[in-house]
Structure formats: structure tokens, C-alpha cells
């Protein structure tokens, strides 16, 4: 069986955890079904592959700048705990649960398929990275409560429920999707698996934002015009938050371990503090450019992928729309991205004070530390969504809550990850954390009423999900209707007055 093994840790780790050849893959299948020609096939199946890749690349050109900025602010701050990382945990729990995992993100892909085929639950999960997160901490809290030994059960349960999460989840998320894109039949559905803290952000901006306009109109003066460039506006604020950072640094960080701060293995440490403030300033440009190339990248992939997944749409899962990642959101909104970015980080200090002075001593709880990258890319997500139902104040309640959720969750988390749970680091996305949980108390049962138990679970979602989506999605119900009509009458010209003596 190792090559069998082998075989399957190949297609889970060198394709299905690479999203771009998962969606030059699909592209190429859309086309296909559409009776394309060869070279429009090739072509749109590149043109995805690479929109993907220029999206990860500015993915990663953010992720270097805001990796020094959080070391930064936990060397001003001294705080020490766990930091949420999917692609640490992840790299730590391969040696021991390799196997496992692959067996179920491969089998799991197979049964969203079918659900999609067979079910209402249209929806086909394209972010492959998260997949590669989410197979993973299904094989070590299945492992850790069914005890050794159980390979099998650990494999079936852990499919199971890993095709459901993966049409359950886009599909509560859709209503709050097709108010983003401005459709009640958007074609784009969220596939990120921080899906629950996007829910809560746009029903909190319905609640709280009946009167609020969307972050997008923000009306700045002739002599701050420039900002209504969203490129613009992202990295001076981000420079300020850097400089704001780095002052601290000067007067709370020793000489020696501030100039060590932006160290690297090219340039090496600052060489005095002249060097150490321009290289601050450097990281915020850095970041201005990387969310620039990630919008370039979306506009990329909405250009080649949609289309080519009417194919698949019409010939191999009727009606089917693709699940995608985060950042699909942000070109509707990039104002409220970042809006979403800095109240999510501000929820996470909030939470990490909760469980500092209560949560910590009373349940043993860890303490959280906030990722600069999960608070950009979730709380981000979350900004957009809170402000398609809510405008500015949707934005920043939706964001905090969002950063309150991915500090509290990880903690939970944390208890029924066994001995990695000892690692130092989690998985820090809202349904890693929920899900882990609660399927971690539920193995925590033992055999065999776990995995009867755990598969009563995934079947309680997708008949959920099922009603949910026939009852309300596929008739058309959007959140927040009475802000959208208050909008509509605020932006309807106003009628002509007729002259008294007309």
C-alpha cells in the first residue's frame, strides 16, 4: 500500500495544496465542456493558472512586510504566547499525520463532488491550501480521540466530514456574497475557511449599520484628493502605523535587538537607527505593493475562471459556482478591507486582554497573540462583508468581532490538539477552530459512539445547509434589504419643484 500512499501524498501535496494548478485544472475542464478550442483552452487554463500565481505573489510580498511589523510590535510590547500559523502547525503535524491527511483531502474532494452532483449544495471548494489546513487538523483531533490505532475510522469520519464543511460552509455565506457583488444569482461563492467570522461581520453590519453609508463613499478634501486612490490610501496608512511602531521601538527595544528587527538573510541587520527607520518605511511600501498585485491577480482570475466555470456548470455539476479565497472580496471593497484589517487586529488585542485576566486563569487557556497575516486576510474579508451590509460602521464592528473570534477560537482549539497542542503554534481561521472543537469533544467519546456521532454531525449540516439554501438562497433573500432601500432613497434625485403659479 506505500505506493498507493505515495500516489495520493503526490496528488494532495504537489497539486491539490497548489491552487493555481487546481484552478488552471478546472479552468481547462470549463472550457473543455464548452467545446473550446485547443488554444483557447490552453490558453484560459494558463491565464487562471497565472492569475492565481500573481495573486500569491502579492499574497507573499505582504506577508514579508507584515511579518516584521507583528515581530516588531511584540518586541514593543514584550507579550509572549501562541502564535496562530495554519502553515506551522501544519509542517509540524506532517510527520505524524501525513498519511491520514492525504487519504482524507483526497477522498473529502471526491464527496464534495458528489454533494454538489446530488445535492442543492452547489459549490466547489477551489482554495486547495486551506484544504491542505483543514485535512490536517481533522487527522489530529480524530487521531487524538479515537485513539491508536483507529486509521480507518479516523480516514472515513474525517472525509465525511470534510466534504460537507466544504459546501456547507459557501452556502450560509452566499446571501451575504451576492449582497457584496450587487446580484441576488451572484456567480462567486467564498471558499475560505474563516467563513463563520465573515457571517457574523455582515449580520453585525446589518444590526448595527441601517444608516451607515459604505466605506467606498469616504469624501476626503481637495488637498487630501490623492487618498481616494485605494493604493494610496493602504500604504500611507500603513507608513503611519509602521513609524508609529518604529518610534517605539527606538525608546522601549535595547539598541542591538532594534537594529536586529528587519534583519534578513540579504541585508542583515540595520546598520544604525537611520538604517532601521527606512527600512520601516521600505516594509510599508512593500505592503502598499503587495495588496496591489493581490487585486491584480482577482481581476485576472474573475476574468478567465467564471466563464470557464459556466462549462463545468452546465455539463459536469449543473448550476455549480466556484468557492474561492478571500481575497475575490476585496476589489468591492478595498476601503473596508482595510477598514476590516486594523478593527479585526483590535479585536484580537481585546480578546488577548480577556484571556489574559480572566479566560487564562480561570479555563487554562493560552494566550493568543494577534498574526499580522490572519487579521489582514480574514479581518479584511470580514470588513467587506460587514460593510456590504452595514457601510463604515458594518466595516469596523464586523472586523473587530471577526479579531475577537480568531483569538478566542484558536485558545479552544488548542485543548484538543493533544501533545500539538504543546507546539506553540494552532491553526488560526474561525472554522479551524469551531470545527476542531467540536469535533475534538465529540472524538473525545470514544469508540464506536464518536464516529456515529461525528457523521450525524456532517448530515445535521448538509440538511441544515440544504434547507437553508432552498429556502432562502435560492429564492433570492439578501441581508440587509431596508439599508439597501434607505440607499436607494437617499441617492433617488430629488423631484422638481413646480412654480406656485404654474
Known amino acids: 500500500m506505500s505506493w498507493f500512499i505515495s500516489i495520493l501524498h503526490f496528488i494532495s501535496v504537489q497539486i491539490l495544496n497548489v491552487p493555481a494548478y487546481l484552478m488552471g485544472i478546472v479552468a481547462a475542464v470549463g472550457l473543455i465542456a464548452m467545446k473550446k478550442k485547443p488554444g483557447e483552452v490552453v490558453a484560459g487554463a494558463l491565464k487562471a493558472a497565472m492569475g492565481y500565481l500573481i495573486l500569491g505573489a502579492g499574497a507573499t510580498v505582504v506577508i514579508n512586510s507584515l511579518s516584521p511589523f507583528g515581530h516588531l510590535i511584540l518586541k514593543d510590547t514584550g507579550a509572549h504566547g501562541v502564535v496562530p500559523t495554519n502553515e506551522v502547525i501544519t509542517a509540524q503535524a506532517a510527520s505524524q499525520f501525513g498519511a491520514q491527511s492525504a487519504y482524507i483531502i483526497v477522498f473529502g474532494f471526491i464527496i464534495m463532488l458528489l454533494l454538489a452532483r446530488f445535492t442543492p449544495l452547489r459549490y466547489v471548494f477551489l482554495t486547495g491550501h486551506h484544504m491542505v489546513f483543514m485535512s490536517t487538523l481533522l487527522a489530529v483531533v480524530l487521531s487524538v480521540g479515537f485513539g491508536a490505532h483507529q486509521d480507518f475510522w479516523v480516514i472515513a469520519v474525517g472525509s465525511v466530514l470534510m466534504g460537507a464543511i466544504m459546501v456547507v460552509m459557501p452556502t450560509f455565506a452566499q446571501p451575504f456574497m451576492n449582497r457584496i457583488v450587487g446580484s441576488r444569482d451572484g456567480n462567486l461563492a467564498i471558499g475560505h475557511f474563516n467563513t463563520l467570522g465573515y457571517i457574523i461581520a455582515g449580520a453585525a453590519g446589518a444590526a448595527v449599520g441601517k444608516r451607515s453609508r459604505s466605506a467606498e463613499e469616504v469624501k476626503f478634501s481637495h488637498g487630501l484628493s490623492f487618498l481616494r486612490d485605494s493604493m494610496v490610501s493602504t500604504t500611507v496608512l500603513m507608513m503611519v502605523l509602521y513609524m508609529v511602531f518604529a518610534v517605539w521601538g527606538i525608546i ?107 479566560l487564562g486563569p480561570q479555563f487554562g487557556l493560552a494566550l493568543i497573540l494577534p498574526g499580522m497575516v490572519p487579521h489582514f486576510f480574514d479581518g479584511g474579508g470580514a470588513g467587506v462583508f460587514g460593510n456590504a451590509t452595514g457601510g463604515r460602521r458594518g466595516a469596523i464592528v464586523g472586523g473587530f468581532l471577526n479579531g475577537v473570534l480568531i483569538t478566542l477560537l484558536p485558545a479552544f482549539l488548542l485543548t484538543v490538539l493533544g501533545s500539538l497542542g504543546m507546539a506553540n503554534s494552532t491553526f488560526g481561521d474561525a472554522d479551524f477552530g469551531w470545527f476542531g472543537t467540536v469535533d475534538g469533544l465529540i472524538a473525545r467519546t470514544g469508540m464506536p459512539l464518536a464516529p456515529v456521532s461525528m457523521i450525524a454531525l456532517a448530515l445535521a449540516l448538509v440538511a441544515s445547509a440544504w434547507i437553508f439554501k432552498v429556502r432562502c438562497v435560492d429564492k433570492g433573500w439578501l441581508p440587509a434589504e431596508d439599508r439597501a432601500q434607505w440607499l436607494a432613497s437617499q441617492d433617488a434625485p430629488e423631484p422638481r419643484k413646480v412654480p406656485a403659479n404654474s
Open 252 to 358: 522601549a527595544i535595547p539598541h542591538d535587538a532594534l537594529l536586529k528587527v528587519f534583519a534578513d538573510s540579504t541585508s542583515g541587520a540595520s546598520a544604525d537607527i537611520g538604517a532601521y527607520v527606512m527600512a520601516a518605511f521600505a516594509q510599508a511600501l512593500q505592503f502598499g505593493i503587495g495588496v496591489s498585485i493581490i487585486l491584480y491577480g482577482v481581476r485576472i482570475i474573475l476574468g478567465e475562471l467564471v466563464p470557464a466555470f459556466q462549462g463545468i456548470a452546465q455539463r459536469v455539476v449543473p448550476g455549480a459556482k466556484p468557492a474561492l479565497d478571500v481575497p475575490i472580496v476585496f476589489p468591492f471593497g478595498p476601503n473596508a478591507s482595510l477598514i476590516g484589517f486594523l478593527a479585526s487586529f483590535t479585536g484580537g488585542l481585546v480578546a488577548l486582554t480577556l484571556i489574559a485576566v480572566w
